[in-house]
């Protein structure tokens, strides 16, 4: 079954301010950069129960993200305005109807972090401390784990995909990309291209490689050296066949004819016989 998005420009920029809901539920998001956080004092809706998420870089230029609930965002994001740097945008979620509560937002808050450390597609290192589940009674709690759903479609509708859990199935086409000291193998989706946990990739990359920087960080949090080879220590999903090889093999590359499946097909060969 389908859903249905209505994504509203506040400023008629989309960079800018906007708010999206799903037709017939009650979860609003509210997008704001950080350039334009003032929108706050013109809404009064934001000065009610929220959960928000905090979205950015660290110095690893990973994502990262701090997830919250307060019984006013205007009130809270002062705070974070002055003591937290690395955010360029929040995304804020309330109730259309304005019937949620402070610990309605707090289990929303529990939901939350659990996921995304679950996901570890952003840094949360800001969530230091491990919130509790709040004591909702039973209907309250199915009622804020629907809720939830809508939170985790509508950020992932938006581009930040810090719920979002990339999981091989048994039913998965792997594709490879091998040669002498390299061994990485993956798998296609509407995510992107997820390289799995053991590929062995480069140890160094060419002088003309466009990321060199941006490689090492990810090589840095994502890979261990042994023996002189570098073993991928987790899946990561890069969002197109082409970075994903030029990460594995060190070298700019067309993922479409790198990655190859045990027949030996390209990865353009069998998506384009899909369509056909």
């Known amino acids: 079954m389908g859903k249905t998005i209505t994504t509203y420009l506040i ?23 950080r ?3 003032a929108l706050v004092n013109e809404r009064e809706e934001l000065q009610r129960p929220a959960f928000y998420i905090l979205i950015g870089e660290n110095e690893k230029l990973d994502p990262k993200a701090y997830l919250g609930e307060t019984e006013s965002f205007k009130d809270r994001v002062k705070d974070h305005d002055s003591k937290k740097d690395f955010w360029q945008k929040a995304l804020i979620f309330i109730s259309k ?7 309605d937002v707090q289990y929303l808050e529990y ?3 659990n996921e995304a450390k679950k996901a570890k597609q952003y840094d949360i290192e800001e969530n230091k401390q491990k919130p509790n589940a709040p004591n909702l009674p ?22 930040y995909k810090i719920f979002d859990i990339v999981e091989q199935k048994k039913n998965n086409h792997i594709f490879m990309t091998k040669s002498r000291d390299i061994d990485a ?12 946990k053991g590929s062995i990739i480069a140890n160094t990359v060419t002088q003309s490689f466009s990321w060199k920087e941006k490689r090492e960080k990810l090589v840095e949090s994502l890979a261990k050296e042994e023996k002189g080879i570098l073993i991928l220590q987790q899946d990561y999903t890069f969002s197109s066949p082409s970075t994903a ?19 030996e097909k390209t990865l353009d060969e069998v998506y384009r016989n899909k369509l056909e």
Not at 245 to 257: A, I, K
């Open 97 to 103: 109807d304005g019937d949620i509560t402070k610990a």
């Open 185 to 196: 193998r993956g798998f296609y989706s509407e995510n992107g291209f997820t390289v799995l």
């Open 35 to 37: 350039a334009n956080i």
């Open 11 to 33: 400023d008629e920029n989309p960079q800018g301010s906007q708010y999206s809901f799903i037709s017939n539920r009650t979860c609003k998001m509210y997008l704001i950069p």
């Open 111 to 113: 939901l939350g972090i």
């Open 245 to 263: 090889s030029d990460f594995c093999l060190g070298r700019s590359s067309n993922g479409w004819t790198t990655w190859k499946d045990k027949s």
């Open 138 to 159: 039973e209907h309250q709690r199915d009622t804020m784990d629907s809720f939830f759903e809508d939170i985790k479609l509508l950020t992932s509708f938006t581009g």
